[in-house]
Structures are given as structure tokens and as C-alpha cells.
């Protein structure tokens, strides 16, 4: 662990991992611990658990396994444990930590799996900022030597200037250098399909001549914030440009020790389009997981009393006398036995999340969602059979 990640990147998951508990036990009542890479508890909702070892975080974080449940069978044969779910944290390959929750497993379980991938993101952003930082810093200060070696010669700053350039080009990224007002002042890139206009028409001009208003805004405050403070910035965008719609992340800070009438900002951009679609990707796969697995449940527990109401309206159908206005109201039943059954069949066979708008919120579309079959619906009311 210390090999990949410092006290800072530790420091960053024990606090992550605090929000987690803290609004995981405030909006459901469950205890959670948090516990480190070598399974002791440092944080937890019962902090007479602080500072114990977890028996089953101890094994699990020095095993294969990246998470482990206890449900509410092993709970009952054995006090020592409760029924929840226990997941490790995983950045940059290794096991940093983890935690568990106690409480029912239909709920403990996809509820930790998010949690888990959420912290993780974030550990990987927080890892990448600080990469990212560094390399602003590095760049910054070539620069600065760049330019404090223009002052003793100018074919040395010539020389220097040259292999900035051949450096900038040899990597994806675009480093931009804009003044306080947001002009561009030097554009330094080899991926000129990433450009919103070519290099010539860019040079000297101001970004809100340029860009989008809503893109031009996030750049303007950004490069004020950094003019003002002096301290760097991160920001996303979206933009369209010859290579297509696409995402970018920049990371800003000031170019100090320039003897200029207005201070200078250096941007390195970097496009960041194919982490979006993935993480959208991410995003979709969880819902539609927990969808899936809410559906199943949903279904096993309707199946068996619609199969009930479907053969009692079978049974009184047999009665031989039966009042016109009696049967009919049965034959009623059974429709909707059917709708029921139908509505069931397709739960069952949701594979993927689509939505529709009911009231002023969202709701699943469960037809949209529900994959075609061309099976027969189990049994003579349309109700798929019970796995009972």
C-alpha cells in the first residue's frame, strides 16, 4: 500500500470513507465500520469498535477475496457476527482498506458495491489530480527557466524554446498560455483536431470570441481565480471541435517570475472523452444491476399469490350456478391476474434500463426494458410459473 499511496492519498480515503458511513447511517440506521488495509476498524458508528480487529477483514484483506458477506442464517448460528455485506477498497491494484455494513443483505450488498466503485473513483481522481498538479508544476517551471534563460541569451532561449516545443508535441495533451484577460498567448499541441480553430486563428484572440459562452464563462473564472490567487485549478468541459463532441480536463496555473504587463496563465487540456464514456458506461451498469436484482425479488414474492388468485378464479368458474353478475366480476379477476402475470414475465427479463417520465419524476419502463421472448408464459392465466 505505502508503495502506491502516501499519507495524503490515505488521509484522502479515511476521509471519503467517513462521508460514506456517516450518510449511510444517517439515512438507514446501519452500523458501519471502516477498517484498514491490515482489517483493524479506525473508524465505525460504534465507536467502541474503534482500534478491534475484524476477524473477517483481517482474512479477507490478506487473501484473494474483495469482499465477503454474512447472512441472516450465519448470523442466527453464530453471535459473534451480524448479518451485512464487507467490501475491500481497491486503488492502483492493492487493497487499502475497506468496510461493512450491517443490515439486511438485499440492501447491504448492491448499496456497498456502489459505494465501493464511488470511492474508488474518487481515490483515482484524487491520485490523478495530484500526477496532473505535479506535472502543471513542471511544466511551469521549464517555462520559467525558458524564459529567465531569454535574459542571458537568446540563442539559448531559442535552443530551449525548441525542445519545449518537440516535447509538446510528442504528447496528446495541449498546453495552453492565456494572460489575466483571457487571451491566448501561446498554443502548444500535436493533436490539432482538438482545436476548435486552427492555430493562427486562435493566436491573440479572446476565449469569448472564440468559445461557447457557457465554455468561454468556465474558462474566464477559472483564469481569474488563478490570477488572483495564484493557486492552481482544476476544471471539466465539453466542447465540439473538428474531432467531434468531447471532454476535456484542464488543469491551470500561474506562470510566475515573467517580467510581463499581465500575468500568465499556462492550461494543460487533455481529452478525457473515452474516461467519460466509460464512466457513464459504469453508471448505467449499476442501475441496471440493481434493477435486475429488485425485479427478481419483486417477482419471486408476486408469483406464488398471483398463481393463488389465478386457480381459485379457475375453481369458482367450475360452480355450476353461479350468478351472471358473480362471473363476471371473476372473469374480471382473471384479466387482471393476467395483466399481472404478463407485467411479472417482463420484470423477469428486464436487460436493460430505460425510463419514462411519470409525474414530474422518472420511472423504470419496464416493456422498454424487458427482452423480447418468444416463449410461452407458464400456465393457463398468463403467470409464469413459481421457482419455489
Known amino acids: 500500500m505505502t508503495r502506491r499511496f502516501g499519507t495524503a492519498a490515505m488521509e484522502k480515503f479515511r476521509e471519503l470513507a467517513k462521508k460514506f458511513m456517516d450518510?449511510?447511517?444517517l439515512e438507514t440506521g446501519f452500523n458501519v465500520v471502516i477498517y484498514n488495509d491490515q482489517?483493524?476498524?479506525?473508524?465505525?458508528?460504534?465507536?467502541?469498535?474503534?482500534?478491534?480487529?475484524?476477524?473477517g477483514a483481517v482474512k479477507m484483506m490478506g487473501g484473494d477475496e474483495t469482499d465477503f458477506s454474512v447472512s441472516a442464517t450465519e448470523a442466527l448460528d453464530n453471535s459473534m457476527v451480524r448479518e451485512g455485506y464487507n467490501r475491500a477498497i481497491i486503488a492502483g491494484g492493492e487493497k487499502i482498506g475497506g468496510f461493512g455494513i450491517s443490515g439486511p443483505l438485499e440492501i447491504t450488498k448492491p448499496l456497498g458495491r456502489m459505494a465501493a466503485k464511488i470511492i474508488e473513483s474518487w481515490l483515482d481522481e484524487f491520485t490523478l489530480f495530484n500526477e496532473?498538479?505535479?506535472?502543471?508544476?513542471?511544466?511551469?517551471?521549464?517555462?520559467?527557466?525558458?524564459?529567465?534563460?531569454?535574459?542571458?541569451?537568446?540563442?539559448?532561449l531559442r535552443e530551449n524554446q525548441a525542445r519545449f516545443e518537440a516535447f509538446t508535441r510528442a504528447i496528446p495533451d495541449i498546453l495552453f498560455v492565456f494572460d489575466e484577460d483571457g487571451r491566448y498567448i501561446e498554443i502548444f499541441t500535436s493533436s490539432k483536431d482538438l482545436l476548435v480553430d486552427d492555430l493562427s486563428a486562435l493566436k491573440g484572440t479572446l476565449i469569448h470570441e472564440i468559445l461557447p459562452p457557457e465554455v468561454a464563462k468556465i474558462h474566464h473564472d477559472s483564469i481569474?481565480?488563478?490570477?488572483?490567487?495564484?493557486?492552481?485549478?482544476?476544471?471539466?468541459?465539453?466542447?465540439?471541435?473538428?474531432?467531434?463532441?468531447?471532454?476535456?480536463?484542464?488543469?491551470?496555473?500561474?506562470?510566475?517570475?515573467l517580467d510581463h504587463e499581465k500575468k500568465l496563465i499556462a492550461s494543460s487540456v487533455r481529452d478525457i472523452t473515452r474516461r467519460k464514456l466509460a464512466e457513464k458506461e459504469v453508471s448505467e451498469k449499476e442501475k441496471l444491476s440493481v434493477v435486475i436484482e429488485t425485479?427478481?425479488?419483486?417477482?419471486?414474492?408476486?408469483?406464488?399469490?398471483?398463481?393463488?388468485?389465478?386457480?381459485?378464479?379457475?375453481?369458482?368458474?367450475?360452480?355450476s350456478g353461479l350468478n351472471p353478475e358473480v362471473s363476471r366480476i371473476i372473469c374480471n379477476i382473471s384479466d387482471q391476474v393476467r395483466r399481472m402475470g404478463k407485467l411479472n414475465k417482463n420484470l423477469m427479463n428486464i436487460t436493460s434500463y430505460k425510463t419514462k417520465t411519470y409525474l414530474e419524476s422518472k420511472i423504470i419502463d419496464i416493456d422498454k426494458s424487458a427482452a423480447k421472448s418468444n416463449g410461452k408464459s407458464g400456465g393457463k392465466s398468463g403467470v409464469p410459473p413459481s421457482d419455489t
Open 39 to 55: 482489517g483493524r476498524i479506525v473508524q465505525a458508528t460504534d465507536e467502541s469498535r474503534v482500534n478491534n480487529f475484524h476477524p
Open 224 to 257: 481569474r481565480q488563478v490570477a488572483e490567487t495564484g493557486d492552481g485549478c482544476f476544471y471539466e468541459y465539453k466542447l465540439e471541435v473538428p474531432k467531434g463532441v468531447c471532454w476535456f480536463e484542464s488543469r491551470a496555473a500561474l506562470i510566475r517570475g
Open 23 to 25: 450518510v449511510v447511517h
Open 295 to 319: 425485479a427478481g425479488a419483486v417477482c419471486h414474492e408476486f408469483n406464488q399469490p398471483l398463481q393463488i388468485i389465478s386457480g381459485s378464479c379457475e375453481l369458482l368458474n367450475t360452480f
Open 132 to 156: 496532473l498538479e505535479q506535472r502543471v508544476k513542471e511544466r511551469t517551471q521549464i517555462l520559467n527557466q525558458e524564459i529567465e534563460a531569454r535574459k542571458e541569451a537568446e540563442n539559448i
